[in-house]
């Protein structure tokens, strides 16, 4: 990517202290600023530490509509945009702004895939308490996930779905500022996340794109008017860059599904593609990938859509084509019937109810915390993620449970972190009397 004498005469005289100073201020930046701070982040002549900074500057003072677009754009630009033109059939991807026990990512694709939907799917790394989609692929032996761009042609030709990290080639901006706020308490801002996803979507290549957005105590946007203004933004931003997108919002105030870990949430998914997950779990993804069917043109409804999904789901379809994406990026595909090939802790704990009554809440935000403790995420930068320890939701809300039945398996190697495991589970659990009234899952749909 060339730039012109201009830019570069405008850039000589640009400092990166001046851009931080101007949006710690509550400035609004140049287009000209933001393209500045996005290529010296990529080419390593913005420091961290300047990077951290400007960071924290757009969490507290924000960014308008017009400043954010411009930062998708730059980062966009910062690397390759992907091509599969030559690839009969749309392709469409879906993206979760991250949650806890969050893992449709593993089911969606390759129903969606089964139902032939052609699905370039790069996701990313555990941002705080929430889990990443590739840390929980890597608990697959084997399993490829940094595939360029000629090896994700190939296994979309081949197989219809590719599931891989994000290349170096793809928003490599982006990847340096990921990393970044995972550890410097910089997730939460609406610009950074639209600007985070939505650079890697429009340079993927992809024709469509499904955005699932989460919004409650355990999401980064706590609020549905947060997270309505994030979702319409990146749909409005998909779409004028392209990329058809739109978008729902969903509940994350409790675990969705039963599993939150790493490995226990690649068996949760292979389950659910069995036709035995949980029914939450299991009414999200075939609900996201019913859009993702109707959007590449497949079905002409949401409804004709979920009905295919839904065969190709009790078909067994959907982990057939799993077991063919592991296979084909190198993975064991035997760990589809054998879940004793995944990492496994070896040591479990229960934490019981101490009285009797209805499960009425979970508070989701302190399980993804208890598996962070046990070291299925990560504090800092180069903290390594632990694939096998986890937990296993045994009694969900809406649950009678007694005095001493079981509520949550803990799955760990380390008995100090378990402890402290323990203590965030008991403390998340609110038992009453009374059943609670049934919470909806998905809230809104955001269609332009």
Sequence with gaps: MGVEPDYTLRFARMRA??????????????????????RGVTDGSIPDYQATALLMAVLWRGMSDEEAAWLTQAMTRSGDRA????????KVDKHSTGGVGDKTSLILAPLAAACGVIVPMMSGRALGHTGG????????????????????????????????????????????????????????????????????KIAEGIDGLVLDVKTGRAAFMKTVDDARRLATLMVTIGNKSGVRSEALLTAMNVPLGRAVGNSVEVIESIETLKGRGPRDLEDLSVALAARMVRMAGLEPT??????????ALAAGA?????????????????????????????????ITAPGGGFVAD??????????????????????????????????????????????????????????????????????????????SLILEEIVQ
Excluded at 320 to 348: C, W
Aim: negative net charge; proline residues 6%.
């Design 362 to 439: 979970i508070d989701a935000m302190a399980i993804g915390r208890a598996s962070m403790a046990l070291g299925a995420g990560r504090e800092k930068a180069e903290d390594a993620i632990d694939p096998a320890p986890g937990l296993w939701i045994k009694a969900h809300v809406g649950d009678r449970v007694s005095a001493g039945d079981p509520l949550v398996e803990i799955l760990y190697r380390d008995k100090r972190r378990s402890a402290e495991a323990a203590g965030l589970i008991a403390r998340a659990y609110s038992i009453e009397d009374a059943p609670p009234s049934p919470a």
């Design 17 to 38: 202290v001046d851009v931080i100073r101007q949006k710690r201020d509550g400035l609004a930046l140049s287009d000209e600023a933001i393209d500045f701070f996005v």
């Design 318 to 350: 959907g982990v057939e084509k799993f077991r063919e994406v592991i296979e084909h990026q190198g993975g064991d595909p035997k760990v589809i019937d054998d879940y004793n090939r995944l990492p496994t802790a070896p040591s479990r704990e229960v």
């Design 83 to 90: 091509d599969f033109s030559a690839i009969p059939g749309a």
């Design 302 to 311: 949401n409804a004709a859509a979920e009905s295919r999904v839904r065969k």
């Design 133 to 200: 989609t590739v840390d929980k692929l890597e608990s697959i032996p084997g399993l490829r996930l940094s595939l360029d761009l000629d090896e994700m042609k190939r296994a979309l030709g081949k197989v219809g779905c590719v599931l891989i990290q994000q290349t170096s080639r793809i928003a490599p901006a982006d990847k340096k500022l990921y990393a970044l706020r995972d550890v410097t308490a910089t997730v939460e801002s609406v610009p950074l996340i639209c600007a985070s996803i939505m650079s890697k």
